[in-house]
């Protein structure tokens, strides 16, 4: 197996409602397919799917998905990207769980919880510069 995640899926409640969140952050939809409403990303996309329909297809009850230990990282180039980013989730409908801080180890990040559920971290680590096309890597690019 390759080091490399292809697809990423969150099962929302209301599919509309999460993808209008996306969108309000400036997201654009791709043509999709089986009742996914998907995103590309840098390399991956995201897909937004049915909550019970996706424990159908995994094939256990909704319940048993609970709220998992589990956030997306948005890394930006600038710490006044994080606020401006944190803002503007909150302004789509987002619930901040953590405002924009300074953390221990350099960086500025901040947390919000999607419509839909998931939970998003907006950070800028001074330690990893992103590529010119936005790519992530844990020691940088530079």
Not at 1 to 7: A, P
Not at 85 to 101: D, F, H, N, V
Request: without cysteine; negative net charge; proline residues 5%.
């Amino acid at each position: 197996m390759q080091q490399r995640v292809s697809l990423i899926t969150i099962g929302v409640p209301d599919m509309a409602q999460a993808a209008a969140f996306y969108e309000a952050l400036g997201w654009r939809r791709t043509d999709s397919l089986d009742g996914v409403i998907a995103f590309d990303l840098i390399g991956q996309a995201l897909g937004l799917y049915p909550l019970d329909a996706l424990a159908e297809d995994i094939g256990v009850p909704v319940g048993t998905l609970g709220q998992g230990a589990l956030t997306f990282a948005h890394n930006v180039r600038a710490k006044a990207e994080v606020d401006q980013l944190m803002q503007a989730a909150e302004r789509a409908g987002a619930e901040i769980l953590k405002p924009a801080t300074e953390v221990f180890w350099g960086g500025y990040h901040g947390y919000f919880r999607a419509v839909g559920g998931a939970i998003w971290e907006v950070a800028f680590n001074p330690f990893s510069p992103l590529s010119p096309d936005g790519a992530f890597r844990w020691n940088g690019y530079g």
